[in-house]
């Protein structure tokens, strides 16, 4: 049986990381949506000051995106 490319993202996202310092958030929005909380977020968090960043993403068969955006934790 094939492993398919959705269903192995689908397994890493599901994987835990050691505590690395880095907070995360995973979202689902269709693909404007998207890219306006990513903007936000790195408004909000900016990469100089907080190592933020758009950590993965991926397109789903609805066409939303599915995006995990990472920062550091000392921001809260």
Known sequence: MAVRP????????GRRRA??????E???LPREAA????????????K?????SVERWREL??????FT???LASAD
């Open 48 to 52: 100089e000051a907080y190592m933020s």
């Open 35 to 46: 890219r306006v909380r990513a903007r936000d977020f790195l408004n909000r968090y900016p």
């Open 26 to 28: 995973t979202f689902t």
């Open 6 to 13: 959705r269903d192995l993202a689908s397994r890493m996202a």
């Open 19 to 24: 505590d690395d310092g880095f907070v995360r």
């Open 69 to 71: 955006m990472r920062r």
């Open 61 to 66: 068969p609805d066409g939303a995106i599915e």
